[in-house]
């Protein structure tokens, strides 16, 4: 599976963006999703996961009530979308995915396929 992120850029505080992830090479829709991110000097962290069938989602502290993680087994994307963002949330993001639940990976910010990455930069 190959995952694609796009969408990060620089946006002023209180700004949104959406992130999008496009898979291709396996089958997208039994495939848990995550966006994970690492900002300079921190830990990688688990930001929100979905499960196969957008049924489940989660979120990390942080986020909550600000980010929403949704998909489109259509068109085989993942997007997160972010509102109310803080300089906090300056960090690198990239989207994940495992055949494995999405309640372990919003525990464990760890994944079997990974995108390559885009940097999401919150100015104050």
């Known amino acids: 599976v190959q995952l694609q992120a796009s969408g990060g850029g620089l946006v002023q505080a209180g700004g949104s963006m959406r992130l999008s992830c496009a898979a291709s090479?396996?089958?997208?829709?039994?495939?848990?999703m995550a966006w994970f991110r690492q900002a300079p000097g921190k830990e990688r962290e688990s930001v929100a996961a979905?499960?196969?069938?957008?049924?489940?989602?989660y979120y990390t502290d942080s986020v909550k009530g600000r980010f929403t993680i949704s998909r489109d087994n259509a068109k085989n994307t993942v997007y997160l979308q972010m509102n109310g963002l803080k300089p906090e949330d300056t960090a690198v993001y990239y989207c994940?995915?495992?055949?494995?639940?999405?309640?372990?990976?919003?525990?464990?910010?760890?994944?079997?396929?990974w995108g390559q990455g885009t940097l999401v930069t919150v100015s104050s």
């Open positions: 979905i499960s196969w069938s957008s049924s489940t989602t």
């Open positions: 090479g396996g089958t997208f829709s039994r495939l848990s």
């Open positions: 994940a995915a495992d055949s494995g639940t999405a309640q372990r990976m919003s525990v464990i910010p760890s994944a079997r396929y």
